[in-house]
């Protein structure tokens, strides 16, 4: 079965700093990654779409890594802004039946 | 563009009583979906579906029935509502489930008292 976490579960950090999230994942036989950020009740909004074929996809100020065979994909935020702060959580497609297994997302706060 | 609609955006049952949560797409998605989100428990797959007449189960499916008559609506059934049922539920759609990005409605948030 499927596992997706992401560790820490709270982050707070001062505007301006450059930083990374972390997602791991138990079986690397996935189709793809998606990071999705996620406002206070809010829905989520795909960010990132990396396939299982790609090292890395970028838009603006975020990166996003996938690493399949370590089981490990890190966010990538540049120049960090109080309008960052959100929760931002991976998801992960897995297996013949296609399920998208989520982690249980990180909460970042950016400090002005 | 409207994207994926639902309604209502909020609800309070009492238990035993049944309703239906709507979730509309007007993207042509394929794939559509409900999930649940609990603190501390994440988002969780409650039923899919991957075309019109097409549904399956998720991981969590017990309480709940789903129907795909079009390709733009896929409505998600309380049967007899439980407290255990007090979540938020988002509906999601993509045009393809392994390439594309999903994309999620505004949610619904359900009390049962």
């Known amino acids: 079965k499927q596992e997706v976490t992401q560790i820490p579960a709270a982050l707070s950090v001062p505007e301006g700093e450059n930083l990374v999230l972390n997602c791991s994942f138990t079986?690397?036989?996935?189709?793809?990654l998606q990071w999705f950020r996620q406002d206070p009740g809010k829905g989520l909004t795909s960010l990132l779409l990396?396939?299982?074929?790609?090292r890395e996809q970028t838009s603006g100020r975020l990166n996003a890594s996938l690493d399949k065979s370590s089981g490990r994909s890190t966010l990538y935020i540049a120049a960090s802004q109080p309008g960052d702060s959100a929760t931002y959580l991976c998801?992960?497609?897995?297996?013949?039946?296609?399920?998208?297994?989520f982690g249980k997302g990180i909460t970042l706060s950016v400090r002005p | 563009n409207a994207g994926v609609t639902q309604t209502p955006k909020f609800q309070v049952l009492k238990t035993g009583q049944s309703m239906t949560l709507q979730c509309a797409q007007d993207?042509?998605?394929?794939?559509m979906s409900w999930y649940r989100q609990d603190p501390g428990m994440g988002l969780r797959l409650i039923h899919y579906?991957?075309?019109?007449?097409?549904?399956d189960q998720g991981e969590v499916p017990n309480g709940y029935n789903v129907s795909r008559s079009t390709t733009e609506d896929f409505p998600l059934r309380l049967l007899s509502a439980a407290p255990s049922q007090t979540s938020v539920y988002f509906c999601?759609?993509?045009?393809?489930?392994?390439?594309?990005?999903?994309?999620f409605g505004s949610g619904t948030q359900l009390s049962v008292l």
């Open positions: 579906s991957v075309g019109a007449g097409i549904t």
């Open positions: 079986d690397s036989a996935i189709y793809n």
């Open positions: 993207m042509n998605h394929e794939y």
């Open positions: 998801a992960v497609w897995t297996g013949a039946n296609s399920k998208l297994t």
């Open positions: 999601a759609s993509s045009s393809d489930r392994t390439n594309e990005k999903l994309f």
């Open positions: 990396i396939q299982s074929s790609q």
